[in-house]
């Protein structure tokens, strides 16, 4: 079946940032696209708070890697026609992020990668050590009195990011049916960690887990600065006068969807690296499994030994930055048979 064709018919399950990209952009494409979800738009971890679409370091160049910064580049573009077909502002912005320097060798590193990221990243971004002064009173403390500054880190606000895509998919003619539907056509399941499960069963074999996290979200309006990571926490300003702060990584847990005292200390954490949050109250929390793969990146293509049903799954804390290019990928492969999905990134690579 090649697209052209008057029936050709994509179903999508799973309306997490996954399923809605690949989705749009098969719709993109020409497809007629049917989106079944069991529950809500961003029903598991893409329903969370966080939304940071930042790259991995500059150094050690590999696929995903390059994967990585292409779909970063695409984002503007992307999340720009989302919102102009739709409706609805996905919270989108190129804003950058510092991370703290702890001393002398973090410097050193810093400043090597500066010297990478200048080649790897084609000049169309940069990686630089500069004084943590020059970004005001939202930036962390810094033991050096200096941050690496990113320009390739953008944020997206998550719902808003999944009801812009909702919004621009049925704008486009596209079908997002609730409860059990019927598939046509050719079938891509994005369905996060209960898909990790059912594929791993249908397989009799581990092909990856839900990994607990969890989130706060403050009321602060920050403005249009840089989102902070230091001390492995992600603090993200969003347009909408929140300040988004997470997440926990929790292997063994006992509800999958209650915060708990871990939380509580992240918020904290929180707190004293930016103290501007010190009196912002928190108006939300959340708890929910993110998929994570064997791989520990993004896990594309076919279901082994079902014709016609493809996977995209694992976009263990990097879903949101990678959507662009997985989308695309997975067009790719639904519509033209085309396999662009990277070492790696392989439903194979995980056997």
Known sequence: MAIGDADFEVTVRGAGIFGLSIAWECLRRGAKVRVIECHLIGAGSSGGHVGALAPHVPENWNPKKQFQLESLLMAEAFWAEVMAVGGIDPGYGRLGRIQPLADAAA????????????????GRALWRVVPVAAFGDFAPASPTGLVVHDTLTG????RAAGRALAAAITAMGGEICFGEAQERGRVVHATGAAGLAALSADLGRSMGAGIKGQSAL???????????FAEGLHIVPHADGTVAVGSTTERDYV?????????EALIAAARQLCPVLSAAPVVDRWAGLRPRAKSRAPMLGEWPGRPG???????????FGMAPKVASVMADLVLEGRAAIPEGFRVGDNL
């Open 309 to 319: 049903h493809f996977i995209a799954n694992g976009g263990f804390k990097i879903g």
């Open 255 to 263: 509800s999958a969807q209650s915060t708990d005292d871990q939380l």
């Open 218 to 228: 403050f009321a602060h309006a920050a403005g249009d600065v840089p989102q902070l």
């Open 155 to 158: 944020r997206a606000n998550p």
């Open 107 to 122: 410097v050193a590193r810093a400043e090597a990668r500066a010297v990478s990221a200048a080649a790897l990243w084609q």
